[in-house]
Every structure is written in structure tokens, then in C-alpha cells.
């Protein structure tokens, strides 16, 4: 099982995989000049070498560059290399795959625009524009299989175990909720993609572990949707409301009480779905049971800050 910060790095790439999916109808401009002279100093003038010395000497601050330790990048470094490894031409020498997995992650943690991260990475716009969606794909390729779903009731019973040791929220197997992911509206998609917060986006609809590890993540609605709408059209909505995912019965659960997943108000009401009650019609008895789901859905924010 891949830590928070592999896990994390594989969701943000298929964000990254459904907003580019909606960029390739824009058109494309011609190359104008073959380099510019000061791309072909990238040995010299490449954040790798503020990268090289974080990781050397200041380990927390290369965690906050690349929102990642030394040791997840290093694994998810050696599970791309075969897929985005590239030869020497005659005509320019390749860019090293630890180049092309820092300016990456670089480009998911902050969401800067390939205009500005170029002159980071002393990479070129239009290559740019490659390296970036190939690493993405063969980060997906190589580590989705490390976001294992539960497929029986005992792992979702380990997970209601460590939600109940370490937040005390007994019978629950997960956090849901959804993020908006701004992008740039998609060519002829008129308000397709505008969200009430006033921006382009699509959602990422997921569902969090006690250990902040994504457990199940869903990409690529439209920004108009209210989580609810978009949690109705996942896999896993569907399950959950066909009875599919094989959770544990009453009777193997703490106190025989439902098993259940926690989320905000705007999900729908569902046997085994709980979200805060209605603040006007709040009891002494409610406002604790809110305060809880709250404590026990903020880890999401967090799993959300990559």
C-alpha cells in the first residue's frame, strides 16, 4: 500500500489526465524558432540543482517543493523510469527522467501555468507540454494499482478499525467528498465547465482512508455539479446504492449499527451515508454528533492539499 504522498501524486495525475482530455481540441501555434539560447544551458540554469541541494541538505524543504519525501519520489521514480526513459538524438541530448518526474510533480503541486514553469525548469513551453501529460499517463500506468479498493468486508472492516483508533468514529469506511480542479475552459464548452465559486473546473470526487490515502477517486465532471450530483454518477455511488461493496453486515459491526461513510451536506441521504445535521434543527445531542463526523472528515483537507 503507497503512502499518502504516493497516493496523492496518482490522484493528481489523473486530474491532470482528465483536464488536459479537455484541452486537445484547442487549436495548436506553429513553432516560431527551433530554441531559444538560453534553454540550452538547462544543466546550469534547472531548478535540479536547488532540488539536488534540498534533498541534501534540507529534507523538509524538499518535501515542501515537491510535496513529496526523498523516498516517494525515489519510488515513484524507479516505477516511471521504463515508461518515460528517453535516447540521445543526434540533434539534442535527452532530458534525464529525474528531470522530467521533479518538473511534473513540480507542475501538480502548485498548478502553475507552462508559461511560468518553464523558466523554473529551464524547459521549453511546447516540451513542456509532452513531458508533462506522459508522466502523468505512466504514473497512472505504473502505481493505480496501489490505490486498492476494498473488495471484501474485512478490508473494510481494517479501515473502520483505524478510523475508530485514530479519530473515534466507530463502522466507517471513509471520507467522501469533492474538489474542484481549475482549468481552462475547453474550447466551445460555453458554462459547461463554470462552477458556482466563479471558475472553470472539473471535480475530483475521492474517497479517504484514516491514514490519509485515497482509496477510491473519481475525475472529470463538469464543474456545474454539486458534489451530490457528481457522487450519483460515480462507480461507487452506484454500488453503494446496489448494495455492492460487500460491506460488513449489522451484526459484525460495533454496536450492530449501520456501516457507513461520512460526507457533508451536500450528499444525499442513504442508510449507509452520514452527514452533519441541519444547524437549525440542532440539539445538544446533534451539535457533539456534528463536531465528530467533523473531526473525523478533516483529514480529507489535508489528503486535498496536494
Known amino acids: 500500500m503507497l503512502t499518502s504522498d504516493e497516493s496523492s501524486v496518482v490522484a493528481a495525475a489523473l486530474v491532470f489526465e482528465a483536464a488536459r482530455l479537455q484541452e486537445e481540441r484547442r487549436p495548436k501555434r506553429k513553432r516560431r524558432m527551433w530554441t531559444r539560447s ?10 535540479m540543482g536547488l532540488i539536488r541541494e534540498l534533498r541534501d541538505n534540507n529534507p523538509h524543504d524538499f518535501r515542501n517543493y515537491l510535496r513529496m519525501s526523498e523516498e516517494s519520489f525515489k519510488i515513484i521514480l524507479s516505477a516511471v523510469t521504463p515508461l518515460i526513459q528517453r535516447c540521445d538524438t543526434p540533434m539534442r541530448a ?7 518526474l521533479a518538473v511534473t510533480l513540480r507542475f501538480l503541486a502548485t498548478g502553475r501555468s507552462l508559461q511560468d514553469l518553464q523558466f523554473s525548469a529551464a524547459v521549453s513551453r511546447p516540451f513542456l507540454s509532452v513531458v508533462i501529460p506522459e508522466t502523468c ?5 505504473s502505481l493505480r494499482h496501489y490505490m486498492e479498493f476494498p473488495k471484501t468486508a474485512d478490508d473494510w472492516k481494517r479501515i473502520a478499525s483505524d478510523f475508530d483508533e485514530l479519530w473515534q468514529f466507530p463502522n466507517c469506511g471513509g471520507a467522501l467528498d469533492g474538489k474542484h480542479v481549475r482549468i481552462t475552459q475547453p474550447a466551445n464548452s460555453g458554462s459547461f465547465f463554470f462552477n458556482y465559486k466563479g471558475y472553470f473546473s472539473v471535480i475530483l470526487m475521492a474517497l479517504v482512508n484514516a491514514n490519509y490515502e485515497f482509496v477510491d ?5 463538469n464543474g456545474r455539479v454539486s458534489d451530490g450530483g457528481v457522487f450519483e454518477h460515480t462507480s461507487f455511488g452506484e454500488s453503494l446504492r446496489n448494495n455492492e461493496l460487500l460491506l460488513p453486515l449489522n451484526e459484525d459491526t460495533k454496536a450492530n449499527l449501520n456501516f457507513v461513510f461520512i ?4 450528499f444525499p441521504l442513504h442508510p449507509h451515508l452520514l452527514k452533519p445535521f441541519a444547524q437549525r434543527t440542532l440539539t445538544p445531542e446533534r451539535r457533539i ?9 478533516r483529514l480529507l483537507f489535508s489528503s486535498f492539499v496536494y
Open 94 to 100: 535527452a532530458v534525464p527522467v529525474e528531470e522530467r
Open 289 to 297: 454528533f456534528n463536531y465528530r463526523l467533523s473531526r473525523a472528515r
Open 263 to 266: 460526507a457533508d451536506e451536500a
Open 217 to 221: 477517486v473519481d475525475v472529470g465532471m
Open 137 to 141: 499517463e505512466a504514473i497512472v500506468q
Open 38 to 47: 538560453w534553454l540550452q544551458k538547462r544543466s546550469t540554469l534547472s531548478h
